[in-house]
Nanobody, 122 residues
Framework: QVQLVESGGGLVQAGGSLTLSCAASGSIFSINAMGWYRQAPGKQRELVAIIASSGSTNYADFVKGRFTISRDNAKNTVYLQMSSLKPEDTAVYYC????????????????WGQGTQVTVSS
């Protein structure tokens, strides 16, 4: 079994910064992509940023230049540094990881964190 535990959410004023963390633990052989998604009230969950095991990254257009995703493979942890926050960034942020459980199968499984609330006040 695998757990993803997120931390770092909270309330911040517009223009401020926050850093989210997500640590994976449990039955892990390797982790492929790790990413952050968000879901605002009444909206669908959307991709914010994703980082491959190689370190290559991809961002949604609405966060480019403001958010930075990174990972520490030794700690099975992914981070999301958020700056120049806007009220429209208010959402529950979810961590995702594609995890391989053993060396004899390359099949990866998707896991999600419980979500952390980010609220940006105007």
């Amino acid at each position: 079994q695998v757990q993803l535990v997120e931390s770092g959410g909270g309330l911040v004023q517009a223009g401020g910064s926050l850093t989210l963390s997500c640590a994976a633990s449990g039955s892990i052989f390797s982790i492929n992509a790790m990413g952050w998604y968000r879901q605002a009230p009444g909206k669908q969950r959307e991709l914010v940023a994703i980082i491959a095991s190689s370190g290559s990254t991809n961002y949604a257009d609405f966060v480019k230049g403001r958010f930075t995703i990174s990972r520490d493979n030794a700690k099975n942890t992914v981070y999301l540094q958020m700056s120049s926050l806007k009220p429209e960034d208010t959402a529950v942020y979810y961590c995702n990881a594609r995890i391989v459980h053993s060396s004899w199968s390359s099949k990866a499984y998707d896991y999600w964190g419980q979500g952390t609330q980010v609220t940006v006040s105007s």
